[in-house]
């Protein structure tokens, strides 16, 4: 079930945005982002709708995946 990122609190939204970030594990590429470049980017791919958020009524969780 798609959730608009919109409906969420700043804070709420970061913090899903957080974990999704520290299950993406290391940065192995040649560039290293900051936990703020990174969140910046997520968040900037959920505006422009190249992403979603997800809830899984199953697993009970949410989770960020390309549109």
């Given at each position: 079930m798609e959730i608009p990122f919109e409906r969420l609190e700043a804070e709420t939204l970061r913090q899903v945005v957080e974990e999704f970030i520290s299950r993406e594990g290391t940065?192995?590429?040649?560039?290293?982002?900051?936990?703020?470049?990174?969140?910046?980017q997520i968040t900037e791919l959920l505006r422009i709708r190249k992403a979603v958020l997800v809830?899984?009524?199953?697993?009970?969780?949410?989770?960020?995946?390309s549109r």
């Amino acid at each position: 079930m798609e959730i608009p990122f919109e409906r969420l609190e700043a804070e709420t939204l970061r913090q899903v945005v957080e974990e999704f970030i520290s299950r993406e594990g290391t940065d192995y590429g040649e560039h290293t982002y900051s936990l703020e470049e990174k969140i910046a980017q997520i968040t900037e791919l959920l505006r422009i709708r190249k992403a979603v958020l997800v809830f899984d009524p199953t697993t009970e969780s949410v989770n960020i995946v390309s549109r």
